[in-house]
């Protein structure tokens, strides 16, 4: 299927490993000119090389930290320079320490808050108008399937990330008919902090392998595995395209099914 993406201009945040990047590389594969992002600056710029390398668009790398207002008012420039406009942005944050309730202290709450919430609503300010130009555009957040379904010792996110998908729900109508709002919600999918506590596993004797150790992870799902990144981006692509185009305000678990709500 053509996504029909040929030049657009797409930034995605979060983007120098994990699902930021397997939905940056899904974008760049089907002709989308992106800006990827991330702190670590050699990171961003072996992203960029690998997502270049099989990209049908351009791939630009800008730093920055979400949780800095300048750095994301930088982001927004810097895509607008690069390809005079934008037209898809695809949110994207690592997760929140985990912990119980009793052990997360405020500072822990207020750092997770700017981090996932407040990036979100200053990247949305800053790129409204780029994204309400032209035939509209379109925002995907990547969140967790912990809004659905709490997660044990995740606190942060179970309770933080509703923030997200409240927001996403109020702008899908402010910003329509312009702007289509959607979230994908990821179950486990093996990026690299999966595959990092897995091979830990591994070296503490849990698993013979990490073969066995993946295969674990995967055993309650139905589909008998967990999820591959570019599964995810694939789906992000989609949302961002026009063939998705009467797709608004909703929430897509992609976790093979393992959640359990109904709804």
């Known amino acids: 299927m053509d996504l029909q993406l040929d030049g657009d201009a797409a930034l995605v945040t979060a ?14 594969r089907e002709g989308a000119n992106v800006v990827l992002n991330g702190r ?36 927004v420039s810097r895509t607008v320079d690069e390809f005079g406009g934008i037209d898809h942005l695809v949110t994207s944050a690592g997760g929140p320490a985990s912990g119980p309730f009793l052990e997360t202290t405020d500072e822990d709450w207020y750092h997770a808050y700017d981090l996932l919430v407040m990036s979100v609503v200053r990247l949305v300010r800053e790129a409204a108008d780029e994204l309400r130009a032209g035939d509209g555009g379109n925002v995907v957040h990547i969140t967790s399937r912990s809004v659905k379904e709490a997660i044990d010792s995740l606190v942060l996110s179970n309770s933080v990330r509703m923030g997200v998908i409240g927001l996403e729900k109020t702008l899908s109508r402010e910003l329509a ?13 093996e990026t690299e902090r999966i595959s990092d ?13 990490y073969e066995e150790g993946l295969e674990a992870k995967g055993s309650a799902n139905p589909l008998g595995r967990i999820g ?15 063939e998705s185009a009467y797709i608004n305000g909703i929430t897509v678990p992609i976790d093979g099914g393992l959640g359990r709500s109904n709804i």
Do not use: W, Y
């Not at 983007?15 to 760049?28: C, E, M, N, P, R």
């Not at 506590?197 to 392998?209: A, M, N, P, T, Y």
């Open 177 to 189: 008919p312009e702007v289509r709002f959607n979230s994908v919600l990821p179950g486990p999918i």
């Open 15 to 28: 983007s120098s490993s994990g699902l930021g990047k397997a939905s940056a590389k899904a974008l760049a």
């Open 40 to 75: 670590d600056e050699d990171r961003l710029e072996a992203a960029r090389e690998e997502i270049s390398a099989v990209a049908d668009g351009r791939v630009v790398a800008q730093p920055g930290d979400l949780t800095d207002p300048d750095d994301i008012s930088a982001l």
């Open 197 to 209: 506590l897995i091979e830990q596993s591994v070296e503490r004797g849990e698993f013979d392998s």
């Open 228 to 242: 591959r990144p570019m599964e995810l981006g694939n789906t992000v692509a989609f949302l961002c395209s026009p």
